[in-house]
């Protein structure tokens, strides 16, 4: 009789601990979701226009050494962009005709700002962060896609593979 109770006992150990383990695995797995949408979230809290032209304000004075005046005036005009091309953005939903033009007529815009509000030097080291930006962030599009340029469909024996041509831009 103490043999079969030492195995009843056993057996309600064994399914007490198979329960404890699979009740574990879900609350980690649980965790582990939630922590997971909460890291992509982080990122769309900051995404307001104010928050976006502030921080663009703050590099600006750290990079380019701006005054207090000078920064408030690119906050300002950053604001007043970032706006400016949502609402294009909106405005432009069902209707895409147009849009590249009226990015490039706000982009016109502000660089011409930035002209006025910035000294000759200060232009020019902004320029150069533009370009610096604008390559790193092309290279960073190419290493996710995997692309090295634009694409050379032009081959003269097709058999051959397709290459990649560095691109101009």
């Not at 104010?50 to 690119?74: F, R, Y």
């Not at 930006?133 to 995997?146: L, M, P, S």
């Amino acid at each position: 009789m103490r043999f079969v109770t030492f195995n009843l006992s056993l057996q309600t150990n064994i399914l007490f601990m198979k329960k404890h383990i699979i009740f574990s695995a879900a609350v980690i797995a649980f965790s582990l979701a939630s922590l997971s949408l909460r890291a992509q979230g982080r990122g769309q809290e900051n995404n307001t226009p104010e928050s976006k032209s502030n921080k663009v304000a703050a590099h600006l004075q750290s990079k380019l050494g701006l005054t207090d005046e000078q920064k408030d005036k690119i906050y300002n005009l950053n604001l007043s962009t970032i706006k400016d091309t949502r609402s294009l953005k909106v405005a432009k939903r069902n209707d895409m005709s147009g849009v590249r033009e009226g990015y490039t007529e706000i982009h016109k815009q502000y660089d011409q700002s930035m002209k006025v509000i910035l000294t000759g030097d200060q232009y020019v080291s902004w320029k150069t962060i533009q370009a610096e930006a604008r390559a790193r962030k092309q290279k960073e599009i190419a290493e996710q896609t995997g692309k090295k340029g634009k694409f050379n469909a032009d081959e003269e024996d097709p058999e051959e593979e397709m290459t990649w041509e560095e691109s101009e831009d």
